[in-house]
């Protein structure tokens, strides 16, 4: 795998994190126009109820994962090599690790949207009708969050396979 292979590959990681902070900082704007505050502190933002899955759980989500954690992960795929003179173990698990937090952090970006805006307009009109919406959540959040530990184990996989590979992996999965 030569450097030009890899930094393809940590290309899209880049992307999507400049994307997420562009989805993230709208949120945030969003979330403080006075109309939109006033609903968001009508339903519970930020300590509880339908609220607290918009702001803060949605927003600091995007930005953190989406943005933060994104970025994070594509400079240490990069500064690895320099640092140990390795080669990094395994480029299928660069991009397993860019789709499984990709999926994930979306699917719980909208997750946390789609309930809190779904549940907070119920807190309104029915509010009895919130515990037979909200049972959907649970399974819905364990999955997209189930989606995303996988991408962070196979980070950390690769991080640890890079480190302790004995050789400079030549022959070892690409
Ligand atoms: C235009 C940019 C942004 C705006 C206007 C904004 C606005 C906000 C607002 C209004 C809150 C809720 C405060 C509350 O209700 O208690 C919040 C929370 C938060 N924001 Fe942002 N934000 C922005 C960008 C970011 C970025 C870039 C990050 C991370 C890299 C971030 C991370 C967070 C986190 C972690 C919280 C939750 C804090 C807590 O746990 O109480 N925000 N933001
Ligand atoms: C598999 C990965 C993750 C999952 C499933 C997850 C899930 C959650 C959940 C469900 C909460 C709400 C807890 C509650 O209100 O009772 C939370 C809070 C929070 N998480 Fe995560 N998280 C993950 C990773 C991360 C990462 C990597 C960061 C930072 C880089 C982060 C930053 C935060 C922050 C700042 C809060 C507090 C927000 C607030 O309520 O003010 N999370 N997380």
Do not use: C
């Amino acid at each position: 795998m030569s450097t030009d292979i890899l930094h393809r590959h940590l290309l899209k990681f880049l992307l999507l994190s400049a994307f997420s902070f562009f989805v993230g900082t709208v949120h945030g704007t969003l979330q403080v126009v006075p109309p939109i505050r006033a609903w968001l502190d009508s339903i519970g933002s930020p300590y509880g109820g339908p609220g607290h899955m918009i702001d803060p759980l949605a927003h600091a989500h995007m930005n953190l994962i989406g943005g933060v954690v994104l970025l994070v992960m594509s400079t240490t795929f990069f500064l690895l090599p320099i640092f140990t003179g390795k080669k990094i173990y395994s480029i299928k698990l660069v991009d397993h690790t860019f789709w499984w937090v990709s999926v994930g952090v979306y699917s719980f970006y909208i997750i946390q949207m789609v309930f809190g805006i779904w549940e907070g307009l119920l807190l309104h009109s029915s509010p009895q009708d919130i515990p037979a919406a909200h049972r959907f959540y649970g399974p819905a959040i364990a999955i997209s969050s189930f989606t995303m530990l996988v991408g962070f184990s196979a980070y950390l996989a690769n991080v640890l396979l890079t480190v302790t590979a004995s050789s400079n992996n030549k022959s070892g999965p690409q």
